[in-house]
Nanobody, 126 residues
Framework: QVQLVESGGGLVQAGGSLRLSCAASGPTFSNYVSGWFRQAPGKEREFVAAISRNGARTVHADSVKGRFTISRDNARNTGYLQMNSLKPEDTAVYYC???????????????????WGQGTQVTVSS
């Protein structure tokens, strides 16, 4: 099974940028749909973005559309989440997730993913 490790989180001022990475080890990363989710204190885990196995299809939550961009580099077994124009309400633990599926599929639900990373903290100060 695939193992996922997030990195790139940290403290940033509002309006700043961060790029999160999701490094995959084990079976070939290109076999997995990749998603990003986040969870703020006291709230449920919520969908942020997802990308199909071949990278041709992406979906972003309305709350991050136009500010965040999901991408992947299957040759490097790594997924990315570029976050621009960050807001204090983006503060959360961000999780990378994976699932095996057809090349064109994207999945936006928490229950749709089997594999999860440990999370990386993103804090946006006002």
């Amino acid at each position: 099974q695939v193992q996922l490790v997030e990195s790139g989180g940290g403290l940033v001022q509002a309006g700043g940028s961060l790029r999160l990475s999701c490094a995959a080890s084990g079976p070939t990363f290109s076999n997995y749909v990749s998603g990003w989710f986040r969870q703020a204190p006291g709230k449920e885990r919520e969908f942020v973005a997802a990308i199909s196995r071949n990278g041709a299809r992406t979906v972003h939550a309305d709350s991050v559309k136009g500010r965040f961009t999901i991408s992947r580099d299957n040759a490097r077994n790594t997924g990315y989440l570029q976050m621009n124009s960050l807001k204090p309400e983006d503060t959360a633990v961000y999780y990378c997730a994976g699932r095996q599926d057809f090349p064109w599929v994207v999945t936006t639900t928490v229950d749709g993913y089997r594999y999860w990373g440990q999370g990386t903290q993103v804090t946006v100060s006002s």
